[in-house]
Protein backbone atom coordinates (compact mmCIF):
# COMPACT_ATOMS: atom_id res chain seq x y z
CA UNK A 1 0.00 0.00 0.00
CA UNK A 2 2.03 3.73 -0.97
CA UNK A 3 1.97 6.29 1.67
CA UNK A 4 3.45 4.80 5.20
CA UNK A 5 3.15 7.85 7.44
CA UNK A 6 4.33 7.77 11.22
CA UNK A 7 2.59 9.68 14.17
CA UNK A 8 2.73 13.67 14.15
CA UNK A 9 3.61 13.16 10.38
CA UNK A 10 0.30 14.30 7.82
CA UNK A 11 -0.68 12.95 4.24
CA UNK A 12 -1.21 16.06 2.80
CA UNK A 13 -1.38 17.74 -0.99
CA UNK A 14 1.50 19.38 -1.85
CA UNK A 15 -0.20 23.59 -1.77
CA UNK A 16 1.52 23.98 -4.78
CA UNK A 17 -0.56 21.19 -5.91
CA UNK A 18 -3.91 22.53 -4.31
CA UNK A 19 -3.31 26.41 -5.68
CA UNK A 20 -2.32 24.80 -9.08
CA UNK A 21 -5.72 23.22 -9.31
CA UNK A 22 -7.90 26.47 -8.44
CA UNK A 23 -6.55 28.06 -11.51
CA UNK A 24 -6.28 25.06 -13.85
CA UNK A 25 -9.37 23.82 -16.02
CA UNK A 26 -11.23 21.35 -14.50
CA UNK A 27 -14.28 19.70 -16.17
CA UNK A 28 -17.02 17.83 -14.40
CA UNK A 29 -19.50 15.92 -15.26
CA UNK A 30 -22.18 17.98 -13.56
CA UNK A 31 -21.03 20.49 -16.87
CA UNK A 32 -19.06 22.91 -14.53
CA UNK A 33 -15.85 24.24 -15.68
CA UNK A 34 -13.63 26.50 -13.47
CA UNK A 35 -11.29 28.53 -16.14
CA UNK A 36 -9.88 31.14 -13.46
CA UNK A 37 -12.12 33.66 -13.09
CA UNK A 38 -14.77 32.49 -16.28
CA UNK A 39 -16.94 30.10 -14.47
CA UNK A 40 -20.03 31.57 -13.46
CA UNK A 41 -20.94 28.73 -10.66
CA UNK A 42 -19.46 27.33 -7.65
CA UNK A 43 -18.96 24.21 -6.51
CA UNK A 44 -17.29 22.17 -3.78
CA UNK A 45 -14.14 19.78 -4.81
CA UNK A 46 -11.76 17.19 -3.20
CA UNK A 47 -8.99 18.22 -5.56
CA UNK A 48 -7.07 14.68 -5.28
CA UNK A 49 -10.70 12.98 -4.71
CA UNK A 50 -12.50 11.21 -7.51
CA UNK A 51 -11.40 7.71 -9.38
CA UNK A 52 -9.11 9.31 -11.33
CA UNK A 53 -7.08 9.79 -8.07
CA UNK A 54 -7.74 6.35 -6.63
CA UNK A 55 -4.71 4.78 -7.07
CA UNK A 56 -2.54 7.83 -4.94
CA UNK A 57 -5.20 6.91 -2.06
CA UNK A 58 -4.08 3.67 -1.19
CA UNK A 59 -2.53 3.29 2.28
CA UNK A 60 0.38 1.96 3.24
CA UNK A 61 0.21 1.57 7.01
CA UNK A 62 2.88 0.12 8.87
CA UNK A 63 3.66 0.33 12.74
CA UNK A 64 1.72 0.63 15.97
CA UNK A 65 1.21 4.33 16.83
CA UNK A 66 -2.47 6.65 15.11
CA UNK A 67 -1.40 7.97 12.02
CA UNK A 68 -3.44 11.45 10.86
CA UNK A 69 -4.22 11.34 6.94
CA UNK A 70 -5.23 15.06 5.96
CA UNK A 71 -7.14 15.76 2.68
CA UNK A 72 -8.29 19.39 1.46
CA UNK A 73 -12.09 20.33 0.37
CA UNK A 74 -11.65 23.35 -2.60
CA UNK A 75 -14.41 25.95 -3.36
CA UNK A 76 -13.66 26.15 -7.22
CA UNK A 77 -15.30 29.49 -8.43
CA UNK A 78 -13.62 32.62 -10.46
CA UNK A 79 -14.04 34.60 -6.85
CA UNK A 80 -13.89 33.94 -3.00
CA UNK A 81 -17.25 34.11 -1.01
CA UNK A 82 -17.92 36.69 1.67
CA UNK A 83 -19.12 34.53 3.87
CA UNK A 84 -18.54 30.61 5.37
CA UNK A 85 -18.88 27.61 3.89
CA UNK A 86 -19.88 24.60 5.91
CA UNK A 87 -18.60 21.72 4.03
CA UNK A 88 -20.04 18.33 5.52
CA UNK A 89 -18.67 14.78 4.75
CA UNK A 90 -19.24 11.23 5.56
CA UNK A 91 -18.60 7.60 4.89
CA UNK A 92 -20.45 6.73 1.47
CA UNK A 93 -22.08 3.11 1.50
CA UNK A 94 -23.08 3.80 -2.28
CA UNK A 95 -19.54 4.84 -3.30
CA UNK A 96 -18.19 1.47 -1.77
CA UNK A 97 -20.76 -0.25 -3.41
CA UNK A 98 -20.68 1.19 -6.95
CA UNK A 99 -16.90 0.87 -7.03
CA UNK A 100 -16.91 -3.19 -5.79
CA UNK A 101 -19.70 -3.89 -8.56
CA UNK A 102 -17.22 -2.75 -11.57
CA UNK A 103 -14.33 -4.21 -9.95
CA UNK A 104 -12.38 -7.50 -9.39
CA UNK A 105 -10.82 -6.25 -6.52
CA UNK A 106 -13.38 -6.59 -3.46
CA UNK A 107 -13.20 -3.90 -0.39
CA UNK A 108 -14.99 -3.97 2.55
CA UNK A 109 -15.70 -0.97 4.67
CA UNK A 110 -12.67 0.17 7.25
CA UNK A 111 -13.86 -1.52 10.79
CA UNK A 112 -14.75 1.04 13.03
CA UNK A 113 -11.89 0.25 15.14
CA UNK A 114 -9.12 0.83 12.62
CA UNK A 115 -10.37 5.03 11.79
CA UNK A 116 -11.57 7.57 13.66
CA UNK A 117 -12.91 10.29 11.83
CA UNK A 118 -14.51 12.65 14.42
CA UNK A 119 -14.50 15.80 11.60
CA UNK A 120 -17.15 15.63 9.68
CA UNK A 121 -17.91 18.90 8.81
CA UNK A 122 -15.16 21.54 8.14
CA UNK A 123 -15.52 25.24 7.43
CA UNK A 124 -14.18 27.28 4.39
CA UNK A 125 -14.20 30.79 6.21
CA UNK A 126 -15.31 34.05 4.46
CA UNK A 127 -12.76 34.74 1.70
CA UNK A 128 -10.85 31.54 1.61
CA UNK A 129 -11.06 28.57 -0.78
CA UNK A 130 -9.74 25.67 1.09
CA UNK A 131 -10.45 23.68 4.50
CA UNK A 132 -8.93 20.64 6.12
CA UNK A 133 -10.28 17.67 6.66
CA UNK A 134 -8.48 14.84 8.61
CA UNK A 135 -8.90 11.08 9.28
CA UNK A 136 -6.59 9.45 11.91
CA UNK A 137 -6.04 5.52 11.32
CA UNK A 138 -4.79 2.91 13.75
CA UNK A 139 -2.21 0.22 12.17
CA UNK A 140 -2.14 -2.06 14.66
CA UNK A 141 -5.46 -3.03 14.77
CA UNK A 142 -5.61 -3.60 10.79
CA UNK A 143 -5.35 -6.91 9.40
CA UNK A 144 -2.80 -6.53 6.51
CA UNK A 145 -4.40 -9.87 4.52
CA UNK A 146 -7.75 -8.19 3.89
CA UNK A 147 -8.66 -5.19 1.37
CA UNK A 148 -10.72 -2.16 2.95
CA UNK A 149 -12.18 0.94 1.55
CA UNK A 150 -13.59 4.29 3.50
CA UNK A 151 -14.74 6.38 0.10
CA UNK A 152 -15.47 9.94 1.99
CA UNK A 153 -18.01 11.60 -0.12
CA UNK A 154 -19.03 15.42 0.33
CA UNK A 155 -22.69 15.39 1.37
CA UNK A 156 -23.95 19.22 1.85
CA UNK A 157 -22.40 22.30 1.20
CA UNK A 158 -24.87 24.90 2.03
CA UNK A 159 -26.27 25.04 -1.47
CA UNK A 160 -23.58 25.17 -3.20
CA UNK A 161 -23.04 22.97 -5.78
CA UNK A 162 -20.70 20.02 -4.98
CA UNK A 163 -18.55 18.54 -8.04
CA UNK A 164 -19.15 15.07 -9.42
CA UNK A 165 -16.08 14.15 -10.59
CA UNK A 166 -14.17 14.86 -7.65
CA UNK A 167 -16.53 14.93 -4.61
CA UNK A 168 -14.97 11.32 -3.14
CA UNK A 169 -11.87 10.65 -1.92
CA UNK A 170 -11.27 6.85 -2.15
CA UNK A 171 -9.38 5.98 1.02
CA UNK A 172 -8.57 2.17 0.79
CA UNK A 173 -5.64 -0.23 1.83
CA UNK A 174 -4.72 -3.12 -0.87
CA UNK A 175 -4.76 -6.55 1.57
CA UNK A 176 -2.19 -9.17 0.67
CA UNK A 177 -2.34 -13.18 2.72
CA UNK A 178 1.20 -12.94 3.13
CA UNK A 179 1.33 -9.16 4.78
CA UNK A 180 1.80 -9.03 8.50
CA UNK A 181 4.52 -8.78 11.10
CA UNK A 182 6.88 -11.87 11.19
CA UNK A 183 10.14 -12.78 13.85
CA UNK A 184 13.32 -13.16 11.77
CA UNK A 185 16.77 -15.09 12.46
CA UNK A 186 19.51 -14.73 10.09
CA UNK A 187 22.99 -13.83 9.29
CA UNK A 188 24.61 -11.09 6.69
CA UNK A 189 28.19 -12.15 6.39
CA UNK A 190 30.79 -8.96 5.35
CA UNK A 191 33.49 -9.86 2.78
CA UNK A 192 35.91 -7.58 2.44
CA UNK A 193 35.70 -8.33 -1.89
CA UNK A 194 34.27 -11.10 -3.42
CA UNK A 195 32.27 -13.41 -1.65
CA UNK A 196 34.57 -17.04 -0.84
CA UNK A 197 37.53 -14.88 -1.14
CA UNK A 198 38.55 -14.49 2.38
CA UNK A 199 37.18 -15.16 5.97
CA UNK A 200 34.08 -12.69 6.15
CA UNK A 201 32.69 -11.33 9.60
CA UNK A 202 29.18 -12.03 10.91
CA UNK A 203 26.09 -9.90 11.62
CA UNK A 204 23.27 -11.97 13.28
CA UNK A 205 19.93 -10.58 12.04
CA UNK A 206 16.91 -11.04 14.69
CA UNK A 207 14.11 -9.16 15.54
CA UNK A 208 10.33 -8.64 14.06
CA UNK A 209 9.77 -7.10 10.66
CA UNK A 210 6.79 -5.74 8.99
CA UNK A 211 5.84 -7.18 5.66
CA UNK A 212 3.60 -4.24 4.07
CA UNK A 213 0.92 -4.48 1.45
CA UNK A 214 1.96 -2.96 -1.83
CA UNK A 215 -0.48 -4.54 -3.79
CA UNK A 216 -2.30 -7.88 -3.44
CA UNK A 217 1.03 -10.13 -4.55
CA UNK A 218 3.78 -8.34 -3.57
CA UNK A 219 4.66 -7.11 -0.03
CA UNK A 220 7.83 -4.86 1.13
CA UNK A 221 10.08 -6.18 3.93
CA UNK A 222 12.99 -4.88 5.19
CA UNK A 223 16.16 -5.91 3.62
CA UNK A 224 18.90 -7.72 6.35
CA UNK A 225 19.47 -5.21 8.89
CA UNK A 226 19.24 -1.98 6.04
CA UNK A 227 15.40 -1.38 6.63
CA UNK A 228 17.21 1.82 8.27
CA UNK A 229 18.56 2.72 4.75
CA UNK A 230 15.38 2.29 3.67
CA UNK A 231 16.81 -1.03 1.72
CA UNK A 232 13.65 -3.67 1.15
CA UNK A 233 12.68 -6.46 -0.61
CA UNK A 234 9.84 -6.93 -2.92
CA UNK A 235 8.59 -10.23 -2.58
CA UNK A 236 6.24 -11.26 -5.44
CA UNK A 237 3.86 -14.53 -4.14
CA UNK A 238 1.05 -15.52 -6.47
CA UNK A 239 -0.39 -18.24 -4.06
CA UNK A 240 1.72 -20.75 -6.26
CA UNK A 241 4.82 -18.74 -7.31
CA UNK A 242 7.12 -16.62 -5.02
CA UNK A 243 10.22 -14.27 -6.06
CA UNK A 244 11.89 -11.42 -4.81
CA UNK A 245 13.68 -8.32 -5.87
CA UNK A 246 15.47 -5.23 -4.52
CA UNK A 247 13.21 -2.16 -3.58
CA UNK A 248 14.65 0.92 -5.74
CA UNK A 249 16.19 2.49 -2.81
CA UNK A 250 18.45 -0.69 -2.51
CA UNK A 251 19.33 -0.50 -6.07
CA UNK A 252 20.43 2.69 -6.37
CA UNK A 253 23.09 1.73 -3.23
CA UNK A 254 24.78 -1.44 -4.42
CA UNK A 255 27.13 -2.15 -7.70
CA UNK A 256 25.00 -2.38 -10.62
CA UNK A 257 23.34 -5.24 -11.50
CA UNK A 258 25.01 -7.15 -8.20
CA UNK A 259 22.28 -8.24 -6.48
CA UNK A 260 21.60 -12.13 -6.94
CA UNK A 261 18.94 -13.96 -5.22
CA UNK A 262 20.21 -17.54 -4.66
CA UNK A 263 16.80 -18.87 -3.64
CA UNK A 264 13.47 -18.01 -1.66
CA UNK A 265 11.15 -20.53 -0.60
CA UNK A 266 7.45 -20.22 1.54
CA UNK A 267 5.70 -22.87 3.83
CA UNK A 268 2.35 -21.95 3.89
CA UNK A 269 1.87 -24.09 6.61
CA UNK A 270 4.53 -22.59 8.70
CA UNK A 271 3.64 -19.21 7.16
CA UNK A 272 7.59 -19.34 6.60
CA UNK A 273 9.64 -17.04 4.11
CA UNK A 274 12.88 -18.06 3.90
CA UNK A 275 15.31 -16.22 1.43
CA UNK A 276 19.23 -16.36 0.25
CA UNK A 277 20.57 -13.60 -1.43
CA UNK A 278 24.23 -11.63 -2.49
CA UNK A 279 24.90 -8.06 -3.58
CA UNK A 280 28.20 -6.01 -3.29
CA UNK A 281 28.42 -2.53 -2.31
CA UNK A 282 29.95 0.78 -3.95
CA UNK A 283 33.16 -0.21 -2.31
CA UNK A 284 33.23 -3.45 -4.10
CA UNK A 285 32.70 -5.79 -0.96
CA UNK A 286 30.22 -8.36 -1.15
CA UNK A 287 27.35 -9.21 1.47
CA UNK A 288 25.83 -12.97 1.79
CA UNK A 289 22.83 -12.43 3.31
CA UNK A 290 20.20 -15.63 4.51
CA UNK A 291 16.92 -14.67 6.54
CA UNK A 292 14.14 -16.88 7.62
CA UNK A 293 10.68 -15.02 8.70
CA UNK A 294 8.22 -16.59 10.21
CA UNK A 295 4.66 -15.17 10.61
CA UNK A 296 3.49 -13.65 13.87
Given at each position: MQLAIKTGKILSICLVIIMGCFTSCL???NGLTNLSGQ???AFIEIPDGGLGNFASSALNLSGTTPDTLLFYVNLA???TFPKDITVSLDFDA?????????????YTKFPD???SFAQKQVVITAGQRVAAVRLIVFPAKIDPTKNYMLPITVKDAQGTLISGNFGTKY?????????GSYTVVGTRLNYSGPVGSNTPSVTNLTGT???SPVDAKNIAVDYANLGGSSWQYIITYDGTNISAAPNQTMSDGITAGSFKLYFITYDAVLKQIHVKSEYTNTAGSSRLVEETLTHQ
Open positions: KDKSSNYKETALTAYNSGSATQSIFYHLIGNPVAKIA
